[in-house]
């Protein structure tokens, strides 16, 4: 059953009930690109001997356990969105949603992970993933990167649990693991695998069966094998997901994709990327047009071939792009620098409709019963909402 008992709540609160079906103003749309010239190596063994090894010496835990254990109160949003198509959402705990060197980022549920079927349930539980980054200290450099399991339904306590993302290191009789440090700026998940993004290289892969249970006690700053040979530490978290392999981007266009943001497209059985980029004056980002490419899935798998050429590429008018998502043709693209969400089909062209301030991340939900949604995030410190409006809304 899906999680109702905040809606009423909260479009009272928020007023979104108010808020006027926006108008769609026309845009200029992105350019076809030749898809050819972007490809994928996948490797999904890469980790298998010191993986099984870890497993041997932690043991596993399965999703439903973690969420057995969730220890962290999710609360419904107070601040006004002002979004039209407002549906549903939620907020994170004061600890998080104030916490200025951690930052939220990617979103995908598990309607990415399983479809519909089921009430979209993954392990008896349906959920809302969020990716995070670490930084060391407020003003520090990327230190770490995580994951929030949110449990999404009405049978389920209000509760999320945070897992720590490690690469496995070390040697298979002395296995170890480290922090994965990684933006995390998108994230997809498709049956049991979980997709990264990693801005230069391409995207990180986890198996959402694997997950480890690790030693608390330890001091926050401590990470994998201690001296004992018994006990590892992961920064005080209880639970912690390996890598388990590598999706590594190549392109013969001579500039290298920048993988931003990443979005599952269960009808295309895709994961489709954008680049954040600047018109021009930024430092740490590029200075040009960004792009959007559409990458397949094996055929009837939820894994990547061992060598994977993109099946469409896009050159974007927009610019500060931090989430993309697609669904039957359709693309939508969330640019944090104009607080615009823009909407775009070869046939219909491309609109733009006023959102939300810091946003981040896009998650297309589908829904058999009810209308399909978008998923998305805001990461300022304070106003971590995550929230769903109707699709229908933001395009046909």
Avoid at 164 to 180: R, S
Wanted: proline share 3%; aromatic share 12%.
């Amino acid at each position: 059953m899906r999680k109702r008992m905040f809606v009423a709540a909260a479009v009272a609160a928020l007023g979104v009930g108010v808020v006027a079906v926006p108008e769609a103003l026309a845009a200029a749309g992105p350019a076809v690109l030749p898809a050819g010239q972007f490809t994928l190596a996948a490797d999904y063994h890469r980790y298998d001997e010191l993986n099984s090894a870890l497993v041997a010496k932690l043991g596993t835990a399965a999703v439903h356990t973690v969420m057995d254990n969730a220890n962290h109160d999710r609360g419904a949003i107070t601040d006004s969105l002002g979004v039209a198509g407002y549906q549903t959402g939620f907020t994170f705990d004061s600890g998080d949603n104030s916490d200025c060197a951690s930052y939220p980022q990617g979103i995908t549920t598990s309607r990415d992970a399983v479809g519909t079927a089921n009430g979209g349930n993954y392990d008896g539980h349906q959920l809302v993933l969020v990716s995070w980054y670490t930084k060391d200290g407020c003003d520090g450099a990327s230190a770490r990167s995580r994951i929030t399991l949110v449990d999404w339904d009405a049978t389920y306590p209000n509760k999320y649990r945070k897992i720590l993302l490690v690469e496995a290191t070390g040697t298979a009789a002395a296995p170890n693991f480290q922090d994965v440090k990684v933006h995390a700026g998108g994230v997809s998940w498709y049956g049991d695998y979980l997709y990264v993004a990693d801005t230069g290289h391409g995207m990180r892969v986890f198996d959402m069966r694997k997950i480890l249970k690790t030693d608390t006690g330890g001091s926050a700053e401590q990470i994998g094998r201690q001296a004992d040979g018994s006990t590892y530490y992961a920064h005080n978290y209880a639970y912690v997901l390996p890598q388990v392999g590598t999706v590594t981007a190549a392109t013969t266009s001579g500039t290298p994709l920048a993988w931003s943001s990443i979005s599952l497209d269960r009808v295309s059985r895709s994961i489709v990327m954008n680049e954040y980029t600047c018109a021009s004056g930024c430092t740490d980002y590029p200075n040009r047009a960004p792009r959007a490419v559409r990458f397949p899935f094996a055929a009837g798998a939820t894994t990547f071939a061992a060598a994977t050429s993109a099946s469409e590429a896009l050159q974007l008018p927009w610019y500060r792009l931090n989430g993309v998502a697609s669904h039957n043709g359709r693309w939508w693209f969330n640019s944090s620098g104009s607080k615009q969400l823009y909407y775009w089909t070869p046939a219909d062209g491309a609109h733009t409709y006023a959102w939300v301030s810091g946003g981040e991340s896009i998650s297309y939900w589908e829904d058999a019963d009810s209308a399909d949604l978008l998923w998305s995030l805001q990461e300022s410190v304070g106003h971590r909402n995550v929230f769903a409006v109707t699709q229908s809304t933001y395009g046909a």
